[in-house]
Nanobody, 123 residues
């Protein structure tokens, strides 16, 4: 089970940190990712993080968002800085049991999902 939190309303230029607490999985054996979705659109990758610490980011958030994980706390994070109106979306955390270096980037590769947390960026 994944439980996402930390969303909310923030002004453009502000910051938020999303958290996703994981239970029922061997967290240290999973790659993790954040996706986001706006109404009528597909769920798109924001960032993914492997077990070994390798990461990838979408071009639209590179340099502003940072993904991390704490295996001891079984929690993943997404630090979002310099937020823009275009970042407004429901953010979902995902997890998948993988080998050490993989970070799947396609939504259908993930088999465990959080419920989503809404981030709204106002101008």
């Amino acid at each position: 089970q994944l439980q996402a939190s930390g969303g909310g309303l923030v002004q453009a230029g502000g910051s938020l940190r999303l958290s996703c607490a994981v239970s029922g999985l061997t967290f240290s054996r999973t790659a993790v990712a954040w996706f986001r979705q706006v109404p009528g659109k597909d769920r798109d990758l924001v960032s993914a993080l492997s077990r070994s610490g390798s990461s990838t980011y979408s071009d639209s958030v590179k340099g502003r968002f940072f993904i991390s994980r704490d295996n001891a706390k079984k929690t993943m994070y997404l630090q979002m800085n310099s937020l823009q109106r275009e970042d407004t979306a429901v953010y979902f955390c995902g997890a998948k049991c993988t080998n050490l270096t993989d970070y799947p980037i396609c939504v259908d590769e993930y088999d465990h999902w959080g419920q989503g947390t809404l981030v709204t960026v106002s101008s």
